[in-house]
Nanobody
Framework: QVQLVESGGGLVQAGGSLRLSCAAS????????MAWFRQAPGKEREFVAA????????YYADSVKGRFTISRDNAKSTMYLQMNSLKPEDTAAYYC???????????????????????WGQGTQVTVSS
């Protein structure tokens, strides 16, 4: 199993930046494909970005492409989400998620599916004021 703890959320003005971190403990971090999801009040949890176990394959939601950057440091057992040019519509609780890499290709359809991920953090709140 792996335990996930997010940090780095906060209140920021539109156009500003935040960097979220997801620290993992337990089983070897590099064994997991990872992702960020977010959930705004009254809305379903939605995909933001995903990165495979090696960091070589990355996917983004269209709504954040060009503004957000996902990365990971396997030596530090940590995943990051650099968020730039933030908009009020980015306001949400952000969750990191993990799935034990299966050895098959990390395709974009599976990467975006919530039910692919077995492990979730508790979330960190991001609020963007206009």
């Amino acid at each position: 199993q792996v335990q996930l703890v997010e940090s780095g959320g906060g209140l920021v003005q539109a156009g500003g930046s935040l960097r979220l971190s997801c620290a993992a403990s337990g089983r070897t971090f590099s064994s997991y494909d990872m992702a960020w999801f977010r959930q705004a009040p009254g809305k379903e949890r939605e995909f933001v970005a995903a990165i495979n176990w090696s960091g070589r394959t990355i996917y983004y939601a269209d709504s954040v492409k060009g503004r957000f950057t996902i990365s990971r440091d396997n030596a530090k057992s940590t995943m990051y989400l650099q968020m730039n040019s933030l908009k009020p519509e980015d306001t949400a609780a952000y969750y990191c998620a993990a799935d034990l890499a299966s050895g098959t290709y990390f395709n974009g359809i599976d990467a975006r599916a919530r039910d692919k991920y077995d492990y979730w953090g508790q979330g960190t709140q991001v609020t963007v004021s206009s």
